[in-house]
Each structure stands twice: as C-alpha cells, then as structure tokens.
C-alpha cells in the first residue's frame, strides 16, 4: 500500500528519547498547553508503564509519528488476559498521509506477536482509521443521563440496612476503591487491572481536569468487612429557570461486588439534594439500573462505541477464549497487515475448551480478521456483518451457530479511556 511513499524508519525509544515524541503527540492530538507540560503530565504514568513498547517512525533526525501500547491484564470472554492496550497514536501534521501510521502499526503487530500477546485493543479517535489495520469496533456502552432523579429508582430496588455509605476525598479512600475494583474487573470483558499509576490517573484531580466542575468525589459502601461498592463523581452548577442554580452530577465511575450495594450507589447519586440531573459517563449496555429505574423511559442513553479488537494472534486467541455453545466451523480468513492469520482455519470448540487449527475443509464463512475481532467480546455478531453483506456465509446458518458459541453474559465495559 505504500509502493509509491517513502519506507519510514520505525524505531524503538527510551525515556531520554521520548521527549522527541511529546511534541507529536502534543501537535496531532491537540492537546491544550505546551509540549513540555504535555510531556510532565504523561511521565507519571509512562515512567510506571516502561518505554519498552514506544514505537517512533522518523524522517531523518526528526520523529514524526509514534504510538505505544500498554502491557493489560484486561478480561477477555474466558478470562484475564496479556493484551496490549495500543495507545498514544500520533502523526505530525505535515506528515500524514504519507504510510507513517502504516509503518508503524506494521512494526506493532508484529511486535505484539512476537510478545505473544494475542489480542490487542485500543478507543479510537475516529472510526474511520483501524478497520484497515485488522481492528473491528468490538463494544458499545453507553453515556446515560437521569433527570429529576430523586424518585427514579424503582421500590425492588435491593436495600440492606446493614450497609454504611461514607462520602470522602478519592485519595483518602483510594484502598478501598482499588479493592472493589480489583474485584469487579475480571467479571467484564473489557475492564482490565489497574496499577498505582492507572489510579494516580484516574483519581488526578488537578485545575486542568477539573475545568469547570467541582472535586471529585468518592462514595463508597462498606459492609461489616470490607468496602463493596463505590462511586466516582464530580459536579457542576447550572442554571435553572427562577434564576437559581442547580447541581449536575458527572459520574466517573461505578462499581459494586453486589447488588445492595450498587443499589446503595444509586440512591446515593439520586437523591443528593438540589441535584436536577446525573450524568454517568460509562455505563455498559446491560446496567443494572435498566431494570432498578421505576421508568426505564427516563434513562436517555446515548451509545457510544469503545473498545476496538485487534486479533494479534487469530487461532490462538479463539482458541483461548470461552464458548457458550458447541461449534464447529471453518472459516476463510483475510488478513492484510498480519498474513500469519491468513488462510483457513477450523475452529472446534464447546463449554469445555477450543481449539482453532489449519483446515483444508471448504469454508463455511469468509471474513477478515477486523469481522471477528469485532465479534470477539460477544456484543456484536458475524451475522449482522452477513446480513450487511461484508461477510460471507458458503454455509446456511454458519454464522449463526459461531454467534450462538460467541455470546457472553454480560456486556463488555472499559471504564477508563487509555
Ligand atoms: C489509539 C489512539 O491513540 S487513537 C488517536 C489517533 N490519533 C489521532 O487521531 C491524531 C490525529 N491524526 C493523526 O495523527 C494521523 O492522521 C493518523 C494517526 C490518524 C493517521 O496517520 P497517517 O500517517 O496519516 O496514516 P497513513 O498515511 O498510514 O494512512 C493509512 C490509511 O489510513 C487512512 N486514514 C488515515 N487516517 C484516517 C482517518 N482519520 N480517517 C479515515 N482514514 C484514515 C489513509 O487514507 C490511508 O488509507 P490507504 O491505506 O487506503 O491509503
């Protein structure tokens, strides 16, 4: 694809040499403020994280264009996985159009294989930019917002009075969050762990990320032993029509080992006086609150897609992942940046385990990688792509056997933005 465009040198970094970096990511992502502020803000999290996995493509002496992944143990269906979680992807200006993105997403992979990380994922900027690269948007969640919350939620809803609900600084509860979410992350594809820096980050509660919003919050609930729920949340003030004002909550984040006690949250965020409206950022699409709202007509949810699945390693990632149905299947693979996972492959799996080998066997669907990393998470289907005629079934009903094997239970969520 890049016949007629310079072949770009992609190279390694290290700490020193990522200050050749900041300015392209400060330039091509926009981001407010100077290169070097830019740069002292991500050092935190990048001197945690390592440089190992920097990738920087040059013209001469000068970087222009660089990306990163970092190393997650994020749940995939089947459980807690390697996964390079592809970050920081930026090009100069001047310098886009050109293969740069190309070459390095080639390095990437091939990177990422050798790692013998299988999957990688990553939120996009645009959607128009990773389907090329073997990527297939993989979940939705969603961004809801209640108004007038104070009586939504329904009179099912779980209570146990044995609860305690104590609202704090985030960093003077920051054990207890962690614990919680420690807990809860292996239970949703797409959540992955989170280190000390990961928390520094999302707890960060500068004048920058403020903007014009209040502190953030944590409310967190404890049973006898130990923290099981928790929320993250910020307000803003606005006005309201007798020319008073009112408080909007933007919640961050919720997380809870339980039922009462995500029920707890909620009442906690409803019923906060003077409150007009709650704004949860991420949600996933199966929220508990769908069925706790007394009129889940009040819930106005707005989808919004995450997290885009990269199958690195193709037969080995199938054949690690879970399966809620018995399949057999062959399937004709095209892959235009990873040819190691062209060709065809048969993949066997039921409740018990998987596995995905090489087949002479005539396909029974032909599709590209991006199409079943897209259906990786189980949230979206091969059938659906059938039916939008991108892929192709050779054998009726193949798509919906693999769909069926494919389902999980619970909707993917990534909660924090990487
Ligand atoms: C995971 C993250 O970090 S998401 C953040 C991504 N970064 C940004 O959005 C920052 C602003 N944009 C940029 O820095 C660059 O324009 C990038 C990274 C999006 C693309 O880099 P480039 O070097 O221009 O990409 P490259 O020249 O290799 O293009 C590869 C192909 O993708 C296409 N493409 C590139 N960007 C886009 C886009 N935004 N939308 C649609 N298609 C795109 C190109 O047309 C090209 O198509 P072709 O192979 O058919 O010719």
Redesign the pocket.
């Known amino acids: 694809?890049?016949d007629q465009?310079p072949e770009w040198k992609v190279t390694g970094t290290d700490r020193d040499g990522y200050a050749a970096v900041a300015p392209v990511l400060h330039e091509?992502?926009?981001f407010p403020g100077d290169p070097a502020s830019f740069l002292e803000r991500w050092r935190p999290l990048m001197d945690a994280q390592g440089y190992e996995r920097v990738l920087v493509a040059w013209d001469g002496e000068q970087a222009v264009?660089s990306?990163n992944a970092f190393p997650f143990e994020m749940t995939l269906p089947g459980g807690p996985r390697p996964v390079a979680g592809?970050?920081?992807?930026?090009?100069?200006?001047t310098?886009?159009?050109?293969?740069?993105?190309?070459?390095?997403?080639r390095r990437q992979l091939a990177d990422t294989r050798d790692r013998g990380e299988k999957v990688a994922a990553?939120?996009?900027?645009?959607?128009?930019?990773?389907g090329?690269f073997g990527y297939g948007a993989a979940s939705i969640q969603h961004r809801v917002s209640v108004d007038r919350p104070q009586d939504i939620l329904s009179s099912e809803v779980p209570r146990d009075p044995s609860l305690t609900t104590v609202l704090a600084p985030p960093q003077e509860a920051r054990a207890d969050l962690a614990r919680v979410h420690r807990a809860v992350a292996p239970t949703r594809p797409g959540d992955y762990q989170r280190d000390e820096s990961w928390w520094d980050r999302l707890l960060r509660d500068d004048a920058q990320t403020r903007g014009e919003s209040g502190p953030l919050r944590a409310v967190v609930v404890h049973d006898a032993r130990t923290p099981v729920g928790y929320a993250l949340y910020r307000s803003h003030r606005v006005p309201v029509a007798d020319g008073n004002l009112r408080g909007v909550l933007d919640v961050r984040e919720v997380a809870a080992t339980a039922p009462a006690a995500r029920a707890a949250v909620y009442e906690h965020l409803f019923t906060r006086d003077l409150v007009i409206r709650v704004n949860f950022e991420h949600l996933p699409v199966d929220d508990p609150l769908w069925t706790l709202a007394a009129d889940p007509m009040r819930l106005e949810a707005r989808p919004r897609v995450a997290l885009w699945i990269r199958l690195v390693d193709l037969p080995g990632a199938l054949a690690e992942r879970s399966y809620a149905a018995p399949v057999d299947v062959v399937i004709e693979v095209t892959d235009r940046h990873a040819p190691w996972n062209q060709g065809r492959w048969r993949l066997r799996a039921d409740r018990s385990g998987a596995t995905c080998e090489p087949a002479l066997d005539a396909p029974d669907l032909s599709l590209d990688a991006a199409h079943l990393g897209a259906a990786f998470l189980g949230q979206f289907t091969v059938g659906a792509k059938v039916a939008a005629g991108t892929v192709t079934e050779h054998a009726p009903g193949a798509a919906d056997l693999l769909d069926t094997a494919l389902r999980v239970p619970r909707a993917p969520l990534c909660g924090v933005i990487f």
């Open positions: 694809m890049t465009r091509s992502l926009l264009g990306t592809v970050t920081a992807v930026g090009v100069w200006p310098r886009r159009r050109q293969g740069v993105l190309s070459a390095l997403m990553l939120w996009a900027s645009e959607g128009g930019i990773y090329r």
